[in-house]
């Protein structure tokens, strides 16, 4: 098959660029190897709940923020979403809490997942294709070293004429498809310098009553060990007189990775951070009592799996050195997601996907 665009990833990233060509009358294809969209921001549902797959902060969707301008441009509407009326907690060591400043946050009707999935709507109203399960192996080359597509792990070579777009991580974008051979030592030396972030994250079940008795359904609760943040899924599905949360903390990635002798093993490191985790939940937040229970957990690992990221790194590249940007070593392939947004925040993605679509056009 052959495409004037082939994006590589359906994160918020690549659905967003995609959306946009698509809409542009260019023929694109996105390539994702899940079942569903949204790789970060995909659907998490267990048990019967929908849970918010992240911190649930959400900004920009007011009037003149980039929803507004992406959305003017495509012929889906935007999802709905509501301002949240409680405010961002911060609990600090001492148990006191303090109110963020930032009052612009958003709840998305049906999760960020619901935004995925109206970008997918989106391509394929616009004559787009979108094929899911279809995981890219490398780019393909011609004999004079341009890269003309790329090739599925099926054996099938996608053509691009126009452009490739990777939705991979900066690491995997050079790692995985351009291949290591073909790039250069000094980019090499420059992604070695680069760091992402792990994440520990506990999707569980709080009782209603639970939830009004907490200064807020988003919050960030500072304590000894560090930082967790804590986010109540709003107009999500859960069980009636239920809600879902989310809980998340840093890790580091690498223990996650290291030789496992077993399944047992695997689970017994997951117990580990789990135990630590619900003491200082309960610790810092009292008012929990005994009305909520885990359903589910995710690691680095879950994240390598779900998504394919280098160690399953997470939230950007933690660096003070300007992003690499969205060109690349080669003239016709460019990236666009969270290891080279200005931010690791979903607005911040979008809004360089849109400054990468419209360079392309
Ligand atoms: C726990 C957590 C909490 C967060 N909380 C917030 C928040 O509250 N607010 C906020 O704004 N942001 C938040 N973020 C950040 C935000 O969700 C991410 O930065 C953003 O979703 C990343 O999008 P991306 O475009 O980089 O692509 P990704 O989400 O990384 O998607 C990449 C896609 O590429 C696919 N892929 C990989 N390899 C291949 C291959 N070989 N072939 C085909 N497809 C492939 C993957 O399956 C995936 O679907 C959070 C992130 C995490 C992890």
Same mark, same amino acid.
């Given at each position: 098959? *052959?495409?004037?665009?082939?994006?590589?990833?359906?994160?918020?990233?690549?659905?967003?660029?995609?959306?946009?060509?698509?809409?542009?009358?260019?023929?694109?294809?996105?390539?994702?190897? +899940?079942?569903?969209?949204?790789?970060?921001?995909?659907?998490?549902?267990?048990?019967?709940?929908?849970?918010?797959?992240?911190?649930?902060?959400?900004?920009?969707?007011?009037?003149?923020?980039?929803?507004?301008?992406?959305?003017?441009?495509?012929?889906?509407?935007?999802?709905?979403?509501?301002?949240?009326?409680?405010?961002?907690?911060?609990?600090?060591?001492?148990?006191?809490?303090? +109110?963020?400043?930032?009052?612009?946050?958003?709840?998305?009707?049906?999760?960020?997942?619901?935004?995925?999935?109206?970008?997918?709507?989106?391509?394929?109203?616009?004559?787009?294709?979108?094929?899911?399960?279809?995981?890219?192996?490398?780019?393909?080359?011609?004999?004079?070293?341009?890269?003309?597509?790329?090739?599925?792990?099926?054996?099938?070579?996608?053509?691009?004429?126009?452009?490739?777009?990777?939705?991979?991580?900066?690491?995997?974008?050079?790692?995985?498809?351009?291949?290591?051979?073909?790039?250069?030592?000094?980019?090499?030396?420059?992604?070695?310098?680069?760091?992402?972030?792990?994440?520990?994250?506990?999707?569980? *079940?709080?009782?209603?009553?639970?939830?009004?008795?907490?200064?807020?359904?988003?919050?960030?609760?500072?304590?000894?060990?560090?930082?967790?943040?804590?986010?109540?899924?709003?107009?999500?599905?859960?069980?009636?007189?239920?809600?879902?949360?989310?809980?998340?903390?840093?890790?580091?990635?690498?223990?996650?990775?290291?030789? +496992?002798?077993?399944?047992?093993?695997?689970?017994?490191?997951?117990?580990?951070?789990?135990? #630590?985790?619900?003491?200082?939940?309960?610790?810092?937040?009292?008012?929990?009592?005994?009305?909520?229970?885990?359903?589910?957990?995710?690691? #680095?690992?879950?994240?390598?799996?779900?998504?394919?990221?280098?160690?399953?790194?997470?939230?950007?590249?933690?660096?003070?050195?300007? *992003?690499?940007?969205?060109?690349?070593?080669? #003239?016709?392939?460019?990236?666009?997601?969270?290891?080279?947004?200005?931010?690791?925040?979903?607005?911040?993605?979008?809004?360089?996907?849109?400054?990468?679509?419209?360079?392309?056009?």
């Amino acid at each position: 098959m *052959s495409y004037e665009i082939v994006v590589v990833g359906s994160g918020i990233g690549g659905l967003t660029v995609a959306a946009l060509l698509s809409a542009r009358g260019m023929n694109t294809c996105l390539l994702e190897r +899940q079942s569903q969209v949204g790789g970060c921001i995909g659907r998490v549902e267990f048990a019967g709940y929908d849970f918010e797959p992240g911190m649930g902060l959400y900004t920009s969707f007011g009037p003149g923020g980039v929803y507004e301008k992406l959305f003017s441009k495509l012929p889906v509407a935007a999802p709905e979403v509501s301002l949240l009326t409680s405010p961002h907690v911060t609990r600090l060591t001492d148990g006191t809490d303090v +109110q963020s400043s930032q009052h612009d946050l958003y709840s998305i009707h049906g999760g960020p997942a619901s935004l995925a999935e109206r970008l997918a709507e989106s391509i394929k109203h616009s004559g787009g294709s979108v094929r899911l399960n279809s995981p890219v192996l490398r780019l393909a080359y011609d004999e004079s070293g341009r890269a003309v597509g790329i090739d599925l792990l099926s054996g099938e070579r996608v053509f691009a004429t126009k452009a490739i777009i990777s939705n991979l991580t900066v690491w995997d974008t050079y790692g995985k498809l351009v291949g290591l051979n073909r790039t250069p030592s000094e980019i090499k030396k420059r992604l070695n310098t680069l760091h992402g972030t792990g994440v520990y994250v506990v999707y569980a *079940s709080i009782e209603e009553s639970a939830v009004s008795r907490l200064p807020s359904e988003r919050m960030l609760v500072k304590d000894s060990d560090g930082e967790f943040s804590l986010a109540v899924a709003v107009h999500q599905v859960a069980p009636e007189g239920k809600r879902a949360v989310t809980m998340t903390t840093r890790t580091d990635v690498e223990p996650w990775f290291s030789y +496992q002798s077993s399944e047992e093993e695997y689970e017994g490191w997951d117990q580990d951070a789990l135990e #630590p985790f619900w003491k200082r939940l309960h610790a810092a937040l009292p008012e929990l009592g005994g009305d909520i229970e885990i359903i589910e957990t995710a690691n #680095p690992r879950t994240y390598y799996d779900l998504t394919r990221r280098k160690l399953g790194m997470v939230l950007g590249v933690e660096t003070a050195e300007p *992003s690499l940007g969205f060109g690349t070593t080669l #003239p016709n392939l460019f990236m666009v997601g969270d290891t080279v947004a200005a931010t690791a925040e979903i607005h911040a993605v979008v809004e360089s996907a849109v400054s990468l679509a419209e360079r392309i056009i």
